[in-house]
């Protein structure tokens, strides 16, 4: 069984979000709360069912999730996390 925590990383597999990456802000049953900092910001996390997301760890923001979501500037920390794992993404179809 797969564990989805709380500030691992995720890519969207399908919609019209489909290779978007997300931090997983929250989990309830089969869906998980997404943020990306800038059109989903914490306050209005995107739900997503678990099959439609891929999941990357990343154990340094999980154990820093705690103390990222209390700070005034959470949503600026989280585009700043999410900002190195944009580079190592291909766009579909480009080599």
Known sequence: MIEYRLGYF?????????GRIYM??????????LCDGEQRCLANPKKKNKKHI????????????PSLVQADDA??????????QRRHITPQGKA
């Open 10 to 18: 995720a890519t969207s597999l399908c919609g019209h979000d489909k």
């Open 24 to 33: 997983i802000v929250s989990e309830e049953g089969e869906m998980v709360g």
């Open 54 to 65: 891929q999941m990357m760890r990343s154990e340094k923001t999980a154990e820093a999730f």
């Open 75 to 84: 949503d600026q920390r989280i585009r700043e996390a999410i900002m190195p």
